[in-house]
């Protein structure tokens, strides 16, 4: 009997030939927004994988929007030119189809990379004044962000919009707006950090107003046959914040606009949150959030194994599993899995590395 795991899945115009995600990863080694010779060794290994999908890191629509000096953009044609010999690498050698996550970090941005201690940098030491929806810091010994006005939250809708042309132009074939972790779009979203009094604040729909139009921004620019998914955190764990229930709407007026996928996860807004990892501790939001919309979804969160990732897609919690860490560890995860499922027949090899197989 077939796994669930190596069935192909369409989303929009593609057809993945197994529901193997690998997930966005940021890797801090860009220069001013644009990709090196780091992203073309990291993302080369991945290409050639034999996953169904493989999503390039948190990629900025904003230079104030990277999550440090080292993080990718897509927001001027320095970005665009860097990221051309990157994709024609992938697509020239590789067996896997490309996305990109667009995103902007807001009052999570300026700084240091995680081997440096991830803490805020000091304008002195190059980092920069964040923006996000109210001035509350995500941390009590950071400077507070500067809420953003009206017009600006116009103009960043425009450059989400900007960069998914971008995207396509590069010929990437799908997008992953990041609207979790803590980062601007979900900022927006939980009244933990949104205490605005017009009309992108206080309600329900008001919150949403911004990711909405975004989303919508980018589905009226990316083409029709290639699918656009959203990333969400399903709940912050921290009392009065943003819960599985409203992400459930949220989730729902996605798919309303033509969403192709939601891709769910948890955290990041706030340091006191109360969640505990474990191995598939987020694929029951994954559950929930795919049997009250109907959205295509992924579950991400400490997956590691290919019996685990069969359980999670045969008991319907989830439509795909997406790995972070884990491809991180086992670049050919996906030859693996399958050969633990009994499905060499369906593992993605290069014929270089045909010999290779035990």
């Known amino acids: ?73 897509l927001y001027n044609d320095d970005n665009e030119q860097a990221l051309r010999p990157v994709l024609d690498f992938v697509n020239r050698h590789g067996n896997v189809p490309f996305g990109i996550q667009l995103a902007h970090a807001g ?45 600006e939250i116009e103009a960043l809708v425009v450059d989400f919009a900007r960069a998914a042309g971008r995207a396509e132009r590069l010929g990437i074939a799908a997008i992953e707006l990041h609207a979790a972790h803590g980062y601007l779009l979900h900022q927006f979203l939980s009244p933990l950090s949104n205490r605005r009094q017009d009309q992108y604040g206080g309600s329900l729909e008001n919150r949403m107003r911004l990711p909405l139009a975004v989303f919508d921004a980018v589905r009226a620019v990316w083409p029709e046959s290639k699918p656009l998914g959203v990333r969400v955190s399903a709940s912050d764990g921290a009392q009065g914040g ?44 994954a559950r929930q959030v795919r049997r009250a919309s109907g959205l295509a979804t992924m579950a991400v969160g400490m997956i590691t194994e290919a019996r685990q990732a069969e359980q999670i897609l045969a008991g319907g919690h989830a439509d795909m599993v997406a790995l972070a860490r884990g491809m991180l560890w086992d670049p050919h995860w996906a030859w693996h899995a399958a050969q633990v499922l009994g499905e060499m027949d369906k593992a993605i090899m290069p014929n270089q590395y045909l010999r290779c197989v035990p």
């Not at 192709?260 to 955290?267: A, H, P, R």
């Open 1 to 73: 009997m077939s796994s669930r795991l190596f069935t192909p899945i369409t989303l929009a115009g593609l057809e993945l030939r197994n529901r193997i995600v690998v997930s966005p990863m940021c890797q801090y080694s860009a220069a001013a927004g644009c990709a090196s010779d780091w992203h073309l060794m990291h993302l080369g290994q991945y290409a050639v994988s034999g996953a169904g999908l493989l999503i390039m890191e948190m990629t900025n629509v904003q230079a104030n929007g990277r999550i440090s000096p080292g993080c990718m953009g």
């Open 242 to 285: 943003w819960d599985v229930e409203q992400t459930i709407e949220f989730a729902r007026a996605l798919k309303a606009r033509g969403c192709d996928w939601i891709d769910v996860s948890s955290g990041g807004l706030v340091r006191h949150q109360s969640i505990v990892a474990g191995p598939g501790y987020q694929v029951p939001l």
């Open 107 to 151: 009052r999570k941005a300026s700084c240091a990379p995680p081997w440096l201690g991830r803490g805020q940098l000091t304008l002195e030491a190059g980092g920069w004044q964040t923006v996000a929806p109210s001035p509350l810091a995500f941390g009590v010994d950071e400077r507070p962000p500067r809420a953003l006005e009206a017009e």
